[in-house]
């Protein structure tokens, strides 16, 4: 197995080679390879869609997104090399996150969030009580 680097200066093993994933009967023929890179757009156009319209509704959004984009993957250069760095992006911010500083920093942003936002609350229920300003008395 040999390596080559990618654009970020990391080195990528070449049995993870970029491109077509259609099987070896459709790659034979160029007009049933176009028909096959369509469909797997089309597929995964409507994943990432979905996934679009799952955002502000409850439900896995970014998980459709990202499925989508491994659809998309199967077939286009593009998608492959947009993944790998997502990829990297996460493992990133996991390793991050396992840091004690910035775990002891966010534990104190977040604590301070919540003060806050019960201070907030407190204030509002000393000033109206438990009715609401527009309901009528």
Not at 13 to 19: E, P, Q, T, V
Not at 46 to 53: K, P
Not at 91 to 117: C, E, M
């Amino acid at each position: 197995m040999t390596a080559e680097s990618d654009e970020s200066g990391g080195v990528v093993a070449k049995d993870s080679r970029l491109g077509s994933r259609a099987p070896a009967f459709v790659k034979k023929s160029a007009p049933l390879h176009q028909i096959w890179r369509v469909g797997v757009f089309v597929v995964g156009l409507a994943v990432v869609a979905g996934g679009v319209l799952l955002l502000p509704l409850p439900g896995p959004g970014w998980v459709v997104i990202f499925g989508g984009m491994a659809i998309w993957a199967t077939e286009f250069v593009w998608a492959q090399r947009v993944l790998r760095w997502t990829r990297r992006k996460v493992a990133d911010a996991a390793r991050a996150a396992l840091d004690p500083r910035v775990r002891r920093r966010n534990l104190l942003l977040t604590a301070a969030g919540v003060i806050a936002l019960a201070g907030l609350a407190g204030c509002y229920l000393w000033q109206y009580g438990l009715d609401t300003p527009w309901a009528d008395s």
